[in-house]
Each structure stands twice: as structure tokens, then as C-alpha cells.
């Protein structure tokens, strides 16, 4: 079950087109909480209805069903009329990010017609995940969180958030119950969308979304302080066994999904909180379609999901090898558990840690929560979120899967007290204070003459002098330092026939960072 592994060489220069974003994916347990006052909000801002298709959803049908297909998404549209007749449903919304389509309504006869078509590629019962029961914890002072990440080593903290870098210019997609126009988002709003019935995606009766929005961006509470913040609505206030709890219809959280491909612009990082429930797995589509936005140029982020079990039992060791998945710890070091004896998952699909316990956040009504009485792991993926907010306001450019290894290379190593965490567990903990450097320069050089090749260190983060160690192997040997410059040049002999790999590491602020992997190039010298 362990998470599949890839391995990413540096390129010369990450320069890639189309949209970059990164989903992040999480679960939550939520507090109740009390009310305190705060000025008014902002009024509503506009928002967007645009979708892939123009059928209605079928939610008011009983049997509802998500078909995907085997044949060409651009025979989509087609195949969809086809199958309403086959089957005699009714269709509904239709989505190109999994290449299928809702339906409802049929009888068994054209339900059992639908299912043997040799176009179908599968056939289930649309559900619903959640994003978890409210819960209460209590302990810490609430900013604790954004006292943590911004260093090394602690408790003690020492009180203050340092940040270098506030996400201005990045779009964090909200993929939640809403948010409420809180006055720690004020300006700072963009167009939504909502799948819910009243269409409205800056409403929020769960609270769970805004609650995102106030750790990942919110003024007084979050990490990315500028960035801007953008309602994807597909959780919908429910009720099970007496309790409150958020809930998402599989086929709204696709068109969900859907718009934010149809719709983003980048830098983006995408804030995804919703989880199976217990005992279950995630829905075949959903995991289709978080796959498609990080195999067509997304980064993919997923929470570890709060059952104190192995993080994989749920799927996420299907997701792609690029799905960051965050799992939470307490301000002791330890995994996060919870007031019902559960726990922060676990186990080789968890990728790194993140503060999950004991926290607070804004509010629906446009208050806080009262501290300490946020947690859950979606509380530990919202701080990755802004922590990648920041990361692309560095680099807009980056590539799907450069805020993974960033964040992973740059985690804090063994800090977290190890028999909490399970075993198999990545001993990480998320870090804010980045320094991130990687290498300018060619990665082909033709040599039937000699040449002269130049690559330049191009630093981000820190505030500091940078020193810089370049090394250099040829051929598959050993490494040897050939430079502490900020650039390097090697002239090319006529006619070489060798490979030449260039490593640099850079230190900031006289801090090392030796659990960040050093960037790599590979230069292919020839006659060519």
C-alpha cells in the first residue's frame, strides 16, 4: 500500500506553459464555537455559474449514478445522448476532467443496459463524503500554528510569525462549504462558483470553508496574508445521527473540480477538504479528477484524513506519485489526537506533518472561533496551502510538482517525537522560512567546436547573503566542488563525448539547509 515514488531531476530552467495549481486536499474535525463580534463584512462579490455543461444536476433523483467512459472526451457530448437512451434516465451534469456524466432515474432493465455498454467504463452510485463531525479541543493559545512553522526547533516558541513572502498575486481555490466575506479577507475575494442549490458561493451555514480560508490566507489567523482567496462551494449543511456534519455529493465535488480547471489562472493552489468517511474509499471519479488536474500541469495536494489509521486504506497510495498529503501534530510535537480518542492518519502515503490541534480561525458570522477549538488535518493542510501560496508568489512559473519537493525538501528532519507519529511515518514537519535556489543554464551543448557554457544560481527566499557550493561530476564519478560563485562556466572540448551533472546547494541568513535536496541538472555533451 505504500504511496508510489518519483523521482524529479532540476532542469535548467522550470519554465513550463499553461496553468499551474496546486490541490490541496484535506479532512477536517470542526469545533463548535461561540461568537465574537467583529466589524461588518464586505458586501458579496460576483460571482460565476459557468460550468462544462449546461444540463442541470439531478439531485433531487433518488438513484443517482456517475458513468465514465472509455471512448474519446470529445465524443462526450454524443455518447451522452446515446446513453440517456439506452438507458432511459435522465441525464445530467457532464464533465471532460473524468470523461463522464451523471444519470438518474433509470429502471433496473436500463440500468443493467447502461452498465453492459461497451462505452462505459464504469458505473456507480453517486454519495456523499464528508468533512467530518464537530468536535471541540482545548489547550494552546489558537496562533500557535504560525509560531511553529516559522522555525526549526521548539517548544518554547518565540512568539512571533516571521514571513518573508504573503502570497500577493496567488488565487487560493477554496473547495469547501463557502466563505463567509470575513473582514480578515476584505479585498482580497475573487469570482466563485457554488454547486449548491441557492448558487451562492460566499455563503457558508458549516463554516468548515471559511475556517480554511482564515489558516491558509486570512490577515490575522493565516499564512499567505495577500493572496486571494476564491469560494469553490460543494459542501452542503447535513445532519447525521442528531450531529451536524458537511457533506459533498461526489458529483458535485467533480464539478466542483471541473470549473476550477475551466476557470483558473496562474499561480493558483487549490484547497480541497473533503474526505471518505470511515470505512470507505474515495470515489473513483473524484480520484479521476484530482489525477487529471495534476497530470495536466496541477499539483495535487491531499490530506491524511482524521481516522488514526494507515493514510492509504482510503486510496490515497492511488493518487498521482505528485499528491502532497499532509497529516496533523499537536504544539508538543506529537500526532495530533483528537476528543473522540481518534487521530490524524499515518504511514507511508503521508508526506509531511503540519500543526493540527488546539487552534483558531475565522468564523461564518464574521467572528473567530474561540481559541483553542480548531483542529483535524484539515486544518494541518490549510497551513500547507498558504505555505504554497507563498512559495508560487516566489516562483509563478513553477511546475506541478516543484511545491512537493520544496516542501518535503525543506521540512523540518526528526524535531517530531517519533513513537506518535506510526511507523512508517515521515518524521517532517512543514516549514514556512524557505530558501530555494535552482540552476539557470543549458542541458544540451552541442561540441563540435569548443564551447563555453555558463549556469547561474537563482536563489528565492531568505533575506540574507546567499553562498553558494557548485560541484560537478562527469561520467557517472565522484563529485568535486568546482566553484562558491554565484555562477559556474566550463568550457566544452571539441568533440566531447561525456555527461556532465552540476549540483549547487545554497544557504541563506548563515542557516544550512541540509534536509533540502540540493538542485540537480544533467548537461549531455556530444558531437551533436
Not at 457554488?194 to 451555514?205: F, G, H, L, M
Not at 480548531?374 to 504554497?388: E, K, L, N, P, W
Not at 517530531?416 to 514537519?429: A, D, E, I, R, V
Request: aromatic content about 8%.
Amino acid at each position: 500500500m505504500d504511496k508510489i515514488v518519483r523521482s524529479h531531476d532540476w532542469t535548467a530552467r522550470f519554465m513550463v506553459e499553461g496553468r499551474r495549481l496546486a490541490v490541496i486536499g484535506l479532512i477536517a474535525i470542526l469545533a463548535s464555537c461561540q461568537d465574537s463580534k467583529l466589524p461588518s463584512a464586505p458586501p458579496l462579490p460576483i460571482f460565476s455559474q459557468t460550468s462544462e455543461s449546461a444540463r442541470p444536476s439531478i439531485r433531487h433523483l433518488p438513484d443517482r449514478y456517475i458513468v465514465r467512459l472509455n471512448t474519446p472526451v470529445s465524443e462526450l457530448t454524443h455518447r451522452v445522448g446515446d446513453l440517456a437512451t439506452v438507458s432511459t434516465g435522465t441525464t445530467g451534469r457532464a464533465w471532460r476532467i473524468i470523461n463522464g456524466f451523471e444519470i438518474g432515474g433509470m429502471s433496473e432493465e436500463g440500468l443493467q443496459r447502461l452498465r453492459a455498454h461497451p462505452a462505459v467504463r464504469s458505473l456507480v452510485p453517486d454519495g456523499y463524503d464528508v468533512t467530518a463531525t464537530a468536535q471541540t479541543v482545548s489547550g494552546d493559545p489558537g496562533l500557535w500554528g504560525l509560531d511553529r512553522i516559522d522555525q526549526r526547533i521548539g517548544p518554547p516558541f518565540d512568539g512571533v510569525f516571521n514571513y518573508f513572502f504573503t502570497g500577493t498575486g496567488v488565487k487560493i481555490y477554496i473547495v469547501d462549504s463557502g466563505i463567509y466575506p470575513h473582514a480578515d479577507f476584505s479585498g482580497r475575494l475573487g469570482t466563485g462558483y457554488s454547486a449548491i442549490a441557492d448558487s451562492n458561493p460566499y455563503a457558508d451555514p458549516w463554516g468548515h470553508g471559511t475556517m480554511m480560508a482564515g489558516v491558509a490566507a486570512g490577515a490575522v489567523t493565516g499564512v499567505a496574508k495577500g493572496a486571494t482567496l476564491v469560494s469553490v462551494r460543494v459542501v452542503e449543511l447535513g445532519t447525521e445521527n442528531g450531529q451536524a456534519i458537511g457533506l459533498a455529493s461526489h458529483a458535485d465535488q467533480i464539478e466542483g473540480l471541473q470549473w476550477i480547471q475551466n476557470n483558473s489562472t496562474a499561480p493558483s493552489v487549490v484547497n480541497y477538504s473533503i474526505s471518505p468517511k470511515p470505512g470507505s474509499s474515495f470515489n473513483a471519479g473524484v480520484r479521476d479528477a484530482l489525477n487529471a488536474l495534476d497530470g495536466n500541469g496541477y499539483s495535487v495536494v491531499a490530506a491524511a484524513g482524521n481516522w488514526d489509521q494507515d493514510a492509504c486504506l482510503q486510496g490515497r497510495n492511488l493518487f498521482d506519485p505528485d499528491i502532497l498529503v499532509a497529516s496533523a501534530v499537536n504544539s508538543s510535537n506529537q500526532r495530533a489526537v483528537f476528543p473522540n480518542g481518534e487521530a490524524g492518519n499515518y504511514v507511508s502515503c503521508v508526506d509531511l506533518f503540519a500543526p493540527g490541534h488546539s487552534l483558531t480561525s475565522t468564523f461564518s458570522p464574521g467572528s473567530y472561533y474561540p481559541c483553542c477549538s480548531t483542529g483535524g488535518t484539515s486544518i494541518a493542510t490549510a497551513f500547507v496551502t498558504g505555505v504554497v501560496a507563498t512559495l508560487l508568489q516566489q516562483k509563478p512559473t513553477a511546475s506541478e510538482w516543484e511545491p512537493q519537493y520544496v516542501l518535503k525538501g525543506s521540512a523540518t528532519d526528526g524535531v517530531l517525537y517519533q513513537p506518535t507519529l506510526g511507523t512508517g511515518s515521515p518524521n517532517k514537519l512543514l516549514n514556512s522560512l524557505h530558501r530555494w535556489v535552482w540552476i539557470d543554464g543549458p542541458t544540451a551543448i552541442s561540441s563540435v567546436n569548443a564551447t563555453s557554457a555558463t549556469w547561474v544560481a537563482q536563489p528565492l527566499g531568505g533575506n540574507g547573503t546567499w553562498t553558494y557550493q557548485w560541484l560537478a561530476s562527469q561520467d557517472g564519478g565522484p563529485w568535486t566542488q568546482v566553484s562558491t560563485s554565484s555562477s559556474y562556466t566550463r568550457t566544452i572540448p571539441r568533440f566531447a563525448e561525456y555527461e556532465l551533472q552540476l549540483k549547487i546547494v545554497g544557504t541563506s541568513l548563515g542557516e544550512a539547509a541540509p534536509e533540502l535536496p540540493p538542485a540537480v541538472i544533467t548537461v549531455s555533451c556530444g558531437g551533436c
